[in-house]
């Protein structure tokens, strides 16, 4: 192509214009071991705060400047490609001449002459300190979502866990106490039918007062379960006749303080119904209290419950290592958590406990965490 055919020829300082508006930092480096600088645009004092002539003035400012992790790597991969005579590539941290820290992306490529030997290197460099920063910044989510969410599998695990040994319990309370006891009746009535003769009016009346006190211990055991008054009635109502129901058999008062400006949805509503149980069971079993008191309220996007007892109080960290038989405060707190609650646990020795839970509104719990 002639060159005539090629157009106007851009002028030096059109090449100039054009090389300066660049967003980048482009030079020219002598194909020596320190690579010394021939030319540095403009941009390094944008980007660095070197003007050209003091980048181009002192052949180891460069490696000077390097961060002291990224020195090395930076200098060996320098090394390689000068012996290579091959594409220069490194990412690395450099300091400012006013200290700042910049990332840069530094490329360079072999110029030849005709004769095929090295005549310099022509690079850019470019800052990617936002990127990074906003790579490290992504990393950190990821890392943090990954630890929440094996958190979060470890919490489901214990509270699953927890919740199949409280139905051993009930099993064992079922085989135990109601089964055998109805088997009994069932032995006596089968006796009574082969000999009818032998009944008496008060043989009957015994067979049925055990069977009438079999029947309140199955009513109890539907209060562990899930009474259906929590359906029917609400949260409230179900507290309500819970501790009324236990206070019967234990001898101590209660009272439950409804601050709810709307009844919550029946996923909450059972996880606020087993976390207030199982703050009472504590009570009951542990702190011999003589008065609870549960207060329920709409708190922000959620509901809180506060379950207070005047029982001889414990030290709190026995929440995070319970004892055996105390699996129920640890359990408070990973049913809160597992739904995007909390769970706070004041007391000290001779001044009973307060158990405070927050829970949001648009709990999305497990069926382990429904049904409990």
Request: with cysteine; hydrophobic share 40%.
């Amino acid at each position: 192509m002639s060159e005539k055919d090629r157009g106007p020829q851009l002028s030096p300082e059109a090449y100039r214009t054009l090389v300066e508006g660049v967003p980048a930092v482009l030079y020219i480096d002598e194909p020596d071991d320190v690579s010394t600088p021939r030319y540095t645009s403009p941009q390094i004092m944008e980007v660095l705060g070197y003007s050209p002539a003091e980048w181009d003035g002192d052949p180891s400012l460069w490696v000077n400047q390097l961060h002291p992790e990224d020195r090395a790597g930076a200098v060996e991969a320098h090394h390689r490609s000068n012996r290579a005579r091959e594409r220069f590539f490194a990412e690395y941290r450099i300091y400012a001449k006013d200290g700042r820290l910049v990332w840069l992306r530094d490329e360079a490529s072999p110029v030849f002459g005709g004769d095929g030997q090295l005549l310099y290197w022509r690079g850019v460099m470019l800052d990617i300190t936002e990127q990074k920063e906003a790579e490290s910044k992504l990393r950190w989510s990821l890392d943090v979502l990954r630890r929440t969410i094996q958190q979060r599998r470890e919490l489901a695990a214990r509270l699953s866990s927890a919740q199949e040994e409280e139905r051993r319990r009930i099993a064992a309370d079922i085989h135990d106490d109601p089964i055998q006891v109805m088997s009994a009746v069932d032995m006596r009535l089968q006796l009574l039918a082969a000999m009818p003769q032998a009944a008496t009016a008060e043989e009957l009346l015994d067979i049925q007062q055990t069977v009438r006190d079999s029947i309140v211990r199955l009513r109890s055991l539907l209060f562990e379960l899930r009474p259906l008054a929590l359906d029917r009635e609400g949260l409230v109502p179900a507290l309500r006749l819970y501790l009324g129901h236990t206070a019967k058999d234990d001898g101590w008062t209660f009272e439950v303080k409804d601050g709810l400006s709307t009844e919550p949805p029946p996923e909450l509503r059972a996880t606020l119904y087993r976390i207030a149980q199982e703050a009472v069971a504590n009570a009951r079993k542990h702190a011999e209290a003589r008065h609870i008191e549960i207060a329920v309220a709409t708190a922000g996007d959620g509901v809180t419950i506060r379950v207070t007892d005047d029982g001889k109080g414990f030290e709190p960290a026995k929440a995070e290592r319970p004892e055996p038989g105390h699996l129920g405060l640890s359990t408070m707190i990973e049913r809160a958590e597992l739904v995007g609650g909390w769970c706070r646990i004041t007391s000290s020795p001779g001044r009973g406990a307060t158990i405070e839970c927050w829970l949001p509104a648009d709990v999305r719990a497990s069926s382990e965490a429904e049904t409990g």
